[in-house]
């Protein structure tokens, strides 16, 4: 099985793949116009997250965590597995105070669907339990959501040597290069590149920027 160096774990709103993208960049020194579009969110997907994420339950019982295929060497997964305390990754997740999420949903809703409510419901149901997707409504969906979201986020710290990452640094530049530096891919020759596209994903996102 070959285990990724980094796995960043992070619920919604899509700080994760903006964290990702900017690994990426920072490796590889191109960007384009689609890494980060209108509504803010960034560019993001892997073999890794989607099977982590989008297809961890089937018909509501959660799959047993298996790879069988090159993984990169940072990785993003929204979704907590048992699985991962044998893993030889470096974790972290991304972590905010609770008296945020209501604005992080506001993030995901719009940028993941479009501020579709019928369509965001249906996507969160995609890695909630069977159990509780079923009474996921109009009327409830936030409360359950969050609930959902926060216990996740309690279960990422199960695992050993875990390091937080706050989601308030990734407003700030220098703080991002930081974080950057620390998981090992700031490189000084690709920061212009880099800032070039923090600035697009900044300027996007300011209207929920400015909330917190």
Not at 65 to 86: A, M, R
Not at 184 to 201: H, M, R, S
Request: with cysteine; proline share 0%; glycine share 4%.
């Amino acid at each position: 099985m070959s285990y990724p160096k980094i796995i960043i774990l992070a619920i919604g709103g899509s700080h994760g793949d903006f964290l990702l993208k900017s690994c990426e960049i920072m490796t590889h020194g191109k960007i384009k116009d689609s890494d980060v579009d209108l509504n803010g969110r960034a560019d993001y997907m892997s073999t890794f997250k989607t099977q982590t994420t989008l297809q961890t339950f089937k018909k509501g019982k959660k799959q047993k965590l298996e790879i069988n295929y090159k993984t990169n060497d940072i990785e993003l997964s929204h979704i907590y597995y048992e699985e991962f305390q044998n893993f030889t990754s470096k974790f972290y997740y991304i972590d905010f105070d609770k008296k945020y999420l209501d604005i992080v949903l506001d993030m995901c809703i719009e940028k993941v669907c479009n501020n579709n409510i019928d369509k965001a419901i249906e996507y969160f149901k995609e890695y909630i339990i069977d159990g509780i997707a079923k009474k996921i409504n109009k009327t409830n969906y936030r409360e359950i959501l969050k609930l959902v979201w926060w216990n996740g986020i309690k279960k990422y710290k199960k695992l050993k040597d875990i390091e937080s990452i706050d989601m308030l640094s990734f407003y700030n530049f220098d703080e991002m290069c930081k974080i950057l530096k620390k998981l090992n891919v700031y490189n000084k020759e690709n920061l212009t590149v880099y800032e070039k596209f923090y600035q697009k994903w900044y300027n996007n996102n300011k209207k929920f920027i400015n909330k917190f």
